[in-house]
């Protein structure tokens, strides 16, 4: 599989910002929103774990050399730095 140049990845439904910055950088901006949780605080930490899921499939379907995470919250660069050290790329 060719890896791909740079992608910034949030968990958000979109960000200018993030398409900007990813743009600016040569990139995409890939972006990690289905929420099960409901919005509901009891159930964030299930979805934090399909989030994560979800980020994977994408960083391992674009194989991008460098990958950028705008956070919060804190597990997106968690996710985003285990993938690219098990990969070999920048994160």
């Known amino acids: 599989m060719r890896a791909t140049g740079l992608i910034a990845i949030a968990w958000a ?3 200018p910002r993030t ?3 990813a743009a ?3 990139g995409e901006a890939r972006f990690v929103d289905d929420d099960p ?3 509901l605080l009891a159930f964030r930490p299930v979805a934090y774990v ?3 899921i979800r980020t994977w499939k994408v960083l ?3 194989n991008p050399q460098t ?4 956070t919060p919250p804190v597990f997106a660069p968690l996710v985003a730095w285990t993938w690219c050290a098990v990969h070999g790329r920048t994160l």
């Not at 990958?67 to 705008?70: G, S, T, Y």
């Open 60 to 62: 391992a379907r674009e």
């Open 19 to 21: 398409v900007a910055l």
């Open 67 to 70: 990958v950028l995470v705008i």
């Open 24 to 26: 600016a950088l040569g």
């Open 50 to 52: 399909v989030k994560s």
């Open 13 to 15: 439904r979109f960000q």
């Open 37 to 39: 949780s409901g919005g």
